[in-house]
């Protein structure tokens, strides 16, 4: 996109507000914003707190997710760019997560390990990865129990083209 993708407006609304608003609606009462520009997430409404690692892509924001929500009885991550989500999916994603289950993640084509809800209590699971070496997300999936939750490729649908805008 030549641009940081949470501040691009899709319908009129930034992506990272929409993406945002989805999972307050879906039941998360609390969303922070991992990695980026402080200054202009936080200029857009939302809390932001530092990739747990910075340069190792999505798997040092999911370690900081986990970790921050340490306290909370799941963690929903999900990717900025993807402004169709709807609070229906999150919920789904967060009814997967039942007794016995690590992960609920999505499923379209194929797993979507970005965006799904896991146990806060793997940010030990996924530190240990990070120290190992590992920068793939599911290879750390591998290691645990997880459920695949359905959902609309549309409704997860990356927007990586400006032309991905208008569709």
Same mark, same amino acid.
């Given at each position: 996109?030549?641009? /940081?993708?949470? !501040?691009?407006? +899709?319908?009129?609304?930034?992506?990272?507000?929409?993406?945002?608003?989805?999972?307050?609606?879906?039941?998360?009462?609390?969303?922070?914003? $991992?990695?980026? *520009?402080?200054?202009?997430?936080?200029?857009?409404?939302?809390?932001?707190?530092? *990739?747990?690692?910075? &340069? #190792?892509?999505? #798997?040092? &924001?999911?370690?900081?997710a986990l970790q921050h929500g340490s306290e909370w009885?799941?963690?929903? !991550?999900?990717?900025? /760019?993807?402004? @169709?989500? !709807? &609070?229906?999916?999150? @919920?789904?994603?967060?009814?997967?997560?039942?007794?016995?289950? /690590?992960?609920?993640?999505? +499923?379209?084509?194929?797993?979507?390990?970005?965006?799904a809800a896991w146990r806060p209590a793997l940010s030990?699971?996924? %530190?240990?990865?990070?120290?190992?070496?590992?920068?793939? #997300?599911?290879?750390?999936?591998?290691?645990?129990?997880? $459920?695949?939750?359905?959902? %609309?490729?549309?409704?997860?649908?990356?927007?990586?083209?400006?032309?991905?805008?208008? *569709?």
């Amino acid at each position: 996109m030549g641009r /940081d993708k949470a !501040t691009l407006l +899709f319908e009129g609304v930034p992506m990272a507000v929409r993406v945002a608003n989805s999972l307050r609606a879906g039941g998360c009462s609390t969303v922070v914003a $991992v990695g980026g *520009d402080r200054q202009v997430l936080g200029s857009l409404g939302l809390a932001v707190v530092p *990739d747990a690692v910075a &340069g #190792i892509g999505p #798997i040092g &924001g999911l370690l900081a997710a986990l970790q921050h929500g340490s306290e909370w009885g799941a963690v929903v !991550t999900m990717s900025c /760019d993807v402004p @169709r989500l !709807t &609070g229906e999916a999150v @919920r789904s994603l967060l009814a997967a997560l039942a007794p016995g289950v /690590d992960v609920a993640v999505a +499923f379209t084509d194929r797993r979507q390990p970005v965006c799904a809800a896991w146990r806060p209590a793997l940010s030990a699971v996924v %530190d240990e990865a990070v120290r190992r070496g590992e920068r793939r #997300i599911w290879r750390v999936l591998e290691q645990l129990t997880v $459920v695949e939750v359905a959902l %609309d490729q549309r409704v997860l649908a990356n927007m990586n083209t400006p032309s991905d805008l208008n *569709d």
